[in-house]
């Protein structure tokens, strides 16, 4: 009975170290890619001072510049809204960034910005429809089974928490992306340098 009990406190103890680790992995990581695209949107305005930009349809064509280049906030014709992944994909589409960016970066994005708002805002036991609610999110958003895992806490509650896997994702992805940027800047001067080319 005793060895029974140490095994169960020991499978929990585990869960709730992967649940810190997870934590730990996404405080570090959602903030560095969030300073980082604000931080790349900053620069690329001074480089694009007037709106020759690729879709006059976007809705950010409209916006003052501050607004324009500000990637924490999905740009509507009638109010904004903040959604650092929204707003990332709609400023990267409206300067012609989109085709350096790797595929699928912001499914990435969605889903570490997704799983830390779920982990900030529910801790590090969920209870069975959090769980649930977040099972479905990877469904419907097509999210590799191998990113996220679960182990059962306490009672109905479950861990959920990044995978290995999904951490080295997102750093290979961060990389990926600084690549990009660096290719448009790169392509952007150059046709600046040779504006017949």
Known sequence: MHLGDYYADEAYLSGVQDAAHSMAAVG?????VESLFVSIFGGLRKLNRDKA????ENPRLAASQDQFWDP???????????????????????????EHLPP???KTL???FQYRNMMFHNGFEWLKDE???IKDRIQSSGWPDEWFK???GLGDTRFFYMTPEFVQHCLDAIDQMI?????????LLRSRENPKE
């Not at 570090?28 to 560095?32: D, E, K």
């Not at 930009?53 to 006059?56: A, D, R, W």
């Not at 906030?73 to 707003?87: E, M, Y």
């Open 53 to 56: 930009l690729s879709s006059s």
């Open 179 to 187: 690549d990009g940027v660096g290719a448009y800047v790169n392509g």
């Open 28 to 32: 570090m990581l959602a903030p560095l």
């Open 72 to 98: 924490r906030f999905k740009i509507k014709s009638k109010s904004n809204r903040r959604d650092i992944v929204a707003g990332i994909r709609q400023l990267a589409s409206a300067i012609g960034l989109s």
């Open 150 to 152: 679960e182990s059962k």
């Open 110 to 112: 969605a889903a570490l």
């Open 104 to 106: 699928d970066y912001d």
């Open 131 to 133: 769980g649930i609610g």
